[in-house]
């Protein structure tokens, strides 16, 4: 999801029952009344043993804890990202190079684990593009690639050698005994349909031969000189059979093993310098090890502001980290206004009120809705915990009139409840003597 999407609601630090019931309820209200972005409420720290049991009584889950704004590799990385098997042709990770432009394929287990990359920008990876058959075959390349690699049907029911050497590709033709080809024990012969060649081939004790021809029937046809040998058939000619080795080499044997990752929860910033540094797009980790998508310089470079609304506080001490790069959309509050500043005029909501979740109360109202039997449960041990259950010196009329409404709401007796939770904020009933000392 991008990050435009998404529009954090937040307290202040060290926060209370106020802040996280009104950052919470807040998001659900402007959820409501903007589908069109994902409102995603934070605390800036633990929540308080009060704040936990009044999410627990309505039933609600915690808002996530989230100090830092300053964006994570997570949110900023494409997760758009095509990947390979080991056992995959070299052919196949060069169309996703080549044809979609990535600058690297990681290269997958079953389990989703990273275990190499191909990537046209590591020095090791520059033959790709320039094969040299007669460099690779034999070395990154073996008989059972092949027949895996381009699907050769067997024409005989000879097995390979088990303790044949890994051998060569010998391009091979009808007078491959007179002109007294090379061919060693464990070398795979590519011929023309040749009974004398495939005789050659088992004399020499060749792990197998391959016969190209666009007609099955002659390829069939000088089986029976093979001996021992077994003998595939390809679909095409030597020359096609011939270029197109290179592009069977098996992934396995041209990844890079030693390579960078990034993890998902990583600050973008912290990982701005290794990304200079690096000339492919960087494997990005979940806290599984499992690939979930890359992380380049495009990514690296992307500043856009991250839109937040702050709630119960107006103090520049007291908001979240990473503030000055974000866009401030909106503060709710109900003290005085600090020293905030914003790029943009915001819209401002500061009530003299007893509590930011009586201001929250008051948007349902005025947008025609009503808070669930849960946000009112919140709302109303918000008020009651900053309020001192409508007993402090900042207690209006509009908290007493709200709280008795949220009562009703929530089906709870107002005194009753409210005793509880202020009983859930005192120390003295289950604190630490010596810490209390």
């Not at 001996?227 to 396995?252: E, N, T, Y």
């Not at 790069?325 to 003290?335: M, S, T």
């Amino acid at each position: 999801m991008k990050r435009s999407k998404v529009i954090f609601v937040a307290g202040h630090q060290r926060p209370d029952a106020d802040a996280a019931v009104s950052a919470c309820v807040a998001a659900r209200l402007k959820q409501r009344l903007d589908p069109a972005h994902r409102y995603q409420p934070l605390l800036l720290g633990e929540p308080n043993a009060q704040t936990c049991w009044l999410f627990e009584q309505a039933g609600v889950e915690l808002p996530t804890v989230r100090p830092d704004l300053r964006p994570t590799v997570g949110e900023v990385m494409n997760p758009r990202v095509s990947t390979v098997s080991a056992q995959a042709r070299l052919a196949d990770a060069l169309h996703l190079l080549q044809g979609h432009r990535f600058s690297v394929v990681p290269v997958v287990d079953a389990a989703g684990g990273v275990v190499g990359i191909l990537s046209p920008a590591l020095p090791q990876s520059q033959y790709l593009y320039h094969f040299n058959a007669e460099d690779y075959l034999g070395q990154l390349l073996d008989y059972a690639d092949v027949v895996r690699a381009f699907k050769l049907r067997r024409l005989n029911r000879r097995a390979p050698a088990s303790d044949a050497r890994p051998g060569s590709f010998v391009i091979a033709h009808a007078e491959i005994a007179r002109h007294r080809t090379q061919i060693h024990p464990g070398d795979v012969v590519i011929s023309a349909p040749s009974e004398a060649a495939l005789r050659y081939a088992c004399a020499r004790r060749a792990a197998g031969v391959i016969i190209c021809d666009p007609n099955e029937t002659e390829a069939r046809r000088c089986c029976r000189a093979a001996g021992d040998v077994p003998v595939h058939w390809f679909r095409g000619s030597v020359m096609a059979l011939a270029v197109s080795l290179p592009l069977a080499i098996p992934v396995r044997n041209t990844m890079a093993t030693e390579f960078h990752t990034v993890k998902t929860g990583q600050r973008a910033d912290q990982v701005r310098e290794l990304v200079a540094r690096t000339p492919y797009a960087l494997p990005v980790l979940n806290e599984q090890g499992r690939l979930v998508g890359v992380f380049s310089r495009r990514e690296a470079l992307q500043n856009e502001p991250q839109p937040i609304i702050l709630v119960d506080h107006f103090e520049r001490t007291q908001t979240v980290l990473g503030f000055e790069q974000a866009e401030v959309r909106e503060i709710i509050d109900h003290h005085r206004v600090g020293n905030l500043e914003t790029v943009h005029p915001v819209r401002v909501d500061c009530r003299p009120v007893g509590s930011t979740a009586t201001i929250v109360a008051c948007q349902f109202a005025e947008a025609g809705l009503k808070p669930d039997a849960a946000e009112a449960l919140l709302l109303l041990g918000a008020i009651i915990s900053d309020t001192l259950l409508l007993t402090s010196p900042t207690t209006t009329d509009i908290d007493r009139k709200v709280a008795g409404q949220l009562a009703r709401y929530a089906r709870r007796d107002l005194a009753v409840f409210g005793r509880e939770v202020l009983r859930r904020n005192d120390e003295l009933v289950d604190g630490d003597p010596a810490r209390l000392v």
